[in-house]
């Protein structure tokens, strides 16, 4: 035994203070304030100093140590792995049947119960199941092999090999080796082999389930679908499924190609050898813009291990693809050039220009005959057009598409348009006899109807700037509109004032209709009765700069504005939100990075809105702002749960929404438990490798029974039994009792 003491001050200190206090009291009572007795003065001062000595003593912290050797068994961790991959019906029993990985593990136990129960004899075992954490089991290890001593289901979602490793070896108390019983498919955490080596023990290990795929293993698995995450109407788009294939070498297995719930294509597949990726490739047309769920699915097997993993969705957006345009004209006049400069400058457009060069003309003939939006007729003759392909164009109109009529001086009935099958798509009556006024007009809206933002200039109407621009240099003086049209532009009569260069009103003349649209079938028609928009492009008679800029934007929206009309696209008239995603298919938990650009006009991107995405699955819903970066605005969203999600983002400027936008995505959660279907027993061997321990598979786990019962040896180990001396209360209770006693011999010498 051995006596120490615990100074929680220095030494040195607690005997200056002790030395300090003794000398004190011995001077106190050399001297007292009454003659004392020489034997009670001491008497009194060996008490005081007694008491002094316990507290001193107490301050001092003396300890009594005495250290042992003692002898136990070495420590024995058993981790069996419980996660779903070990549900998988690959073993074989006794009797010749399947049983799953966990049951096989569970029979090791019972087939080697005699070296079992040598090996619980020579180690204490500490049990563990194991999926994503290492979880103590409540069974002793003697019950190992019987009904109740494991899980009796295999679900864990993970397999976290190194992290249960990491666990257990770090435990208090420590193992000193490891017995392992797994399929060895680490899916998650951190790696096994950087968990065991730094541990310094052995890692014997039995590896369950096959490494070949056999029949109880067959699954075609959908791993992936991929497919443009943007497509335009009619456009060929190709979409590609990939399958993992296991245990189905040489059968065929259909797959399904849907489009919203649609089936569009099946394909037959074949894998070339047991396990394999198979891709199964569609093609398709989307007829419909928005976003447009796509689907591949491989039919469910009988004898299927998993049924839930056959399919992969996504979503693809389907935009209308660029306006069509036609333009056919007479001549090569400035209306032309600055109406073709409007329109191209708009990015999405393609403008075919047809210049005419008489009847029946070959080249308007075979523009007609390939895809259009909008038809664009200008100051070209009705005869300029083949004769049989006038009925087409007006089915054409009546499907969907657009024409807009220009003035001219072969337009109109002076184009002899009267007597033609087009006179029933043109909003205004038309006769041969009609004039042609060369006199200025000026423009002024008349906004009515459904289609009033026809007239529009600016998001707050702007009627009022249509009188600001330009006068038109010509007005053709039709019959009056259809019925069911409407007028939406009216010319003024103006004359030149030479001498002061104004255009004051021209009362000797009337009014007369300029732009007038209606409804035909399911398409639109237009006409434009004035000649001379083109001097608002260039700003004729402005002296400012700022008016001649406005006049030329105004310029390029009114024609915009029609065409996309015409074409049924009237929202890219004004202002456009486009929403897209980094990725139409996301795992459960990963962000889906969002991005909106919101246009003017022009296509030039605005920055002073505020955009939100309002993501809907199912019944649940969430809301997404997004933040201004450069010039788009982005957003992230995190799907927490696995489904279908539509997104609408809305754009709000000055407190009204101006444009809107949708998408959507599919939020996958990969099961890696089962994605795949062979044990890994590389992997364990690997770790009884490395930390110099058995391996062998379930058929040998007699031969790591025998190593781990071969190892068994007690372990030596020392205890050190500590005993404070000072931590009582008899110490202070002395010491009250001495300061008292020295109190009451002091009170009867009459010293207090």
């Known amino acids: 035994m051995n006596f120490g003491v615990d100074l929680f001050w220095p030494g040195y200190l607690v005997a200056l203070v002790a030395s300090a206090a003794v000398i004190a009291h011995v001077l106190a009572y050399a001297r007292t304030s009454k003659p004392v007795r020489r034997p009670l003065k001491w008497l009194l001062l060996l008490i005081r100093l007694g008491a002094v000595g316990v507290l001193m003593f107490v301050l001092w912290r003396p300890a009594a140590e005495s250290r042992q050797m003692l002898t136990r068994k070495a420590r024995l961790a058993l981790l069996v792995d419980v996660s779903k991959s070990m549900s998988i019906g690959d073993e074989e029993t006794a009797a010749g049947g399947n049983c799953s990985r966990l049951a096989r593990a569970s029979g090791i136990f019972t087939a080697l119960a005699p070296q079992w129960r040598e090996i619980t004899q020579s180690y204490e075992v500490m049990p563990y199941s194991f999926s994503k954490e290492a979880l ?154 928005g976003p447009v769920r796509l689907e591949v699915r491989s039919e469910a097997l ?37 109406l073709r400069l409007a329109l191209e400058s708009a990015g999405d457009i393609d403008l075919r220009l047809v210049v005419t060069k008489g009847e029946g003309d070959v080249s308007l003939a075979k523009g007609l005959e390939e895809e259009w939006d909008v038809l664009v007729v200008g100051d070209v003759p009705a005869a300029a057009f083949p004769e049989d392909k006038l009925p087409a164009v007006l089915d054409c109109v009546s499907a969907g598409r657009g024409v807009v009529f220009l003035g001219g001086a072969n337009a109109f009935g002076r184009g002899r348009y009267g007597g033609t099958p087009l006179a029933a798509v043109i909003p205004f009556t038309v006769s041969s006899d009609e004039g042609l006024d060369r006199k200025p007009y000026r423009v002024s809206a008349r906004p009515r109807g459904p289609y009033a933002q026809l007239a529009a200039l600016d998001e707050a109407g702007g009627y009022d700037l249509w009188e600001k621009l330009p006068p038109l240099l010509s007005v053709n003086l039709v019959g009056a509109e259809r019925a069911g049209a409407t007028v939406l532009l009216e010319g003024l009569p103006v004359m030149l004032d030479a001498a002061t260069g104004e255009f004051p009103a021209d009362y000797s003349r009337a009014a007369a209709p300029v732009l007038a649209v209606e409804d035909y079938g399911r398409g639109r028609t237009a006409a434009m009765t004035g000649d001379g928009t083109w001097q608002w492009a260039t700003g004729a008679g402005l002296t400012g700069t700022q008016e001649r800029d406005r006049a030329a934007a105004i310029h390029r929206r009114f024609w915009r504005q029609l065409v996309f009309w015409l074409a049924k696209r009237e929202e890219r008239g004004g202002v456009t939100l486009k929403a897209t995603l980094a990725k139409h298919r996301v795992e459960v938990g990963k962000g889906v990075e969002m991005e909106a650009a919101l246009l003017d006009s022009d ?56 444009a809107e936008a949708a998408t959507a995505f ?14 890994k027993p590389a992997t364990l061997a690997a770790l009884a490798k490395a930390t110099g321990g058995a391996f062998a598979p379930a058929e040998g786990a007699g031969e790591v029974f025998s190593e781990i019962a071969k190892l068994a040896k007690l372990t030596q180990y020392s205890r050190l039994d500590r005993r404070e001396l000072w931590s009582t209360w008899w110490y202070a209770a002395l010491a009250v009792a001495l300061l008292s006693f020295e109190w009451g011999l002091r009170k009867y010498a009459g010293l207090v």
């Not at 788009?632 to 929404?657: I, L, Q, W």
């Not at 599919?666 to 438990?673: F, L, N, S």
């Open 136 to 289: 103590a089991l409540p069974a002793a290890p003697e019950a190992f092999g019987t009904a109740a001593a494991l899980p009796e289901r295999a679900d864990g979602p993970v397999t976290a090999l190194g992290d249960a490793l990491q666990e257990v070896t770090r435990g208090v108390p420590a193992p000193e080796a490891v017995l392992l019983i797994s399929d060895g498919l680490s899916n998650s955490g951190v790696d096994p082999l950087d968990a065991a080596v730094p541990a310094g023990m052995k890692i014997h290990s039995i590896s369950v389930g096959r490494q070949q795929p056999t029949e109880s293993t067959r699954d075609a698995a959908a791993t992936g679908i991929f497919a443009p995450a943007e497509a335009f109407v009619s456009s060929d788009v190709t979409v590609v499924g990939s399958f993992s294939m296991t245990g189905l070498e040489g059968r065929a297995v259909k797959v399904t190609f849907l489009v919203d719930g649609q089936e569009a294509g099946t394909k037959e597949i074949k894998a070339d050898r047991r396990e394999a990726l198979v891709e199964a490739k569609f093609g398709f047309k989307p007829d419909k813009t």
């Open 302 to 338: 009988p004898d299927e291990i998993v049924a839930e993993n056959n399919y992969a969705a996504t979503y693809m957006d389907v935009k209308k693809g660029r306006l069509k345009v036609l333009y056919a004209e007479g001549t090569f006049r400035w209306e032309a050039k600055f």
């Open 603 to 658: 296509l030039k991107p605005l920055s002073d809105a505020e955009v939100t995405a309002q993501i809907t699955s199912g019944e649940k819903k969430y809301t997404s702002k997004f933040w201004l970066e450069g010039k788009a605005y982005k957003g992230e969203f995190k799907p927490p749960e696995s489904g279908d999600y539509k997104v609408n983002v809305t754009a709000v400027r000055s407190g009204g929404e101006v």
């Open 666 to 679: 599919v939020a996958c959660a990969t099961d890696v438990e089962l994605a795949t279907l062979v044990s």
